[in-house]
């Protein structure tokens, strides 16, 4: 069984960066594209980035797009997420999921996940 950990979070003020760690245990971790997903209160879940497995195309939703970075380094089994110049709408969990193809192609790639969610890492951006 798959299992991801999300680690990195922490509580930040406007204007600030953090930088999420994602590892998984899944031997073939390295033939999937990875997404990042976050779920602030009240609201659904939603799909920020990804990144194709082979590290040669990522995606970015309009609200992240200059702000955060994906990444990601195959010989550890680690994807990373770099954000900068936070504000307090990034509030939230971010998880690390996934997808079900090797490919990151835009937002139609976000919608095509792995159901295998792990505990995630709380973000909390404040002043």
Not at 23 to 47: C, D, M, V
Request: hydrophobic share 35%; glycine share 10%.
């Amino acid at each position: 069984q798959v299992q991801l950990v999300e680690s990195g979070g922490g509580l930040v003020q406007p204007g600030g960066s953090l930088r999420l760690s994602c590892s998984a245990s899944l031997g073939t971790f390295n033939h999937y594209a990875i997404a990042w997903f976050r779920q602030a209160p009240g609201k659904e879940r939603e799909g920020i980035s990804c990144i194709s497995s082979n590290d040669d195309s990522t995606f970015y939703v309009d609200s992240v797009k200059g702000r955060f970075t994906i990444s990601r380094d195959n010989a550890k089994i680690m994807v990373y997420l770099q954000m900068t110049d936070l504000k307090p709408e990034d509030t939230a969990v971010y998880y690390c999921v996934p997808l079900t193809d090797f490919r990151c192609t835009g937002a139609g790639s976000l919608a095509q996940y792995l159901d295998v969610w792990g505990q995630g890492t709380q973000v909390t951006v404040s002043p």
